[in-house]
């Protein structure tokens, strides 16, 4: 879904059937204001924002979403050349910049880009959030023996310093890897490394 948040009606009308026509949907809204009201966190997509609108500017919608923790994807449009303002604006995130009229083709570039950066993120979010449900599932003691497992050290190790015998320690190793859904100390790390 593309979210189009500009203060002209020609342009929205433009827009919407630029990308229906080429099969992407899409929601308008007539300023700033009403978008805020509107969004949702469970929004997914990308959002063309119009830098100049008669209240709330662009940049101080953009703000406002960062500050809700927004991470959709944003394209602004502008009908004003203001190279400090576009420079501002990929500073704090933005993924293009684009003056109106748009040409087409890097309009729609611009949208594919950003709804595939979207849903990237949705899915590394997705990812984060099953292997967090893994980790709580472990014991504290198998998250403590997973610790010394991913510090590289044998059994023996893992069992003298925790005070407890090898077989236990290889019961633990056995039920962490289960849990988290792999069969090595090799495919623990880089399940690991994926978290953050």
Known sequence: MVHI????????DALGFLLR??????QSWADAESFLLDYRDSMRGCILLDVRMSAMTGPECFDVLRGRGCRMPVVFLTGHGDV????DALRAGAIHFI??????????????EALAGDLVAQQEIA??????????????????????????????II??????????????RSNVF??????SAVELATLLSKQG
Do not use: C, Y
């Open 99 to 112: 003056e109106k009229p748009p040409h087409h083709d890097l309009l729609l570039s611009a949208v594919r």
């Open 159 to 172: 069992a003298d310093e925790l005070d407890i015998s090898m077989r236990t320690v290889e019961v633990h």
């Open 5 to 12: 948040v500009d203060d002209d009606a020609a342009i929205r």
């Open 84 to 87: 400090p303002l576009a420079v």
């Open 178 to 183: 289960d849990k988290m859904g792999v069969r």
């Open 21 to 26: 026509t080429h099969g992407i949907a899409s």
């Open 127 to 156: 990812h984060r959030a099953e292997l967090a449900t893994r980790i709580e599932q472990l014991s504290p003691r198998e998250r403590e023996v997973m610790g010394l497992i991913l510090e590289g050290k044998l059994n023996k």
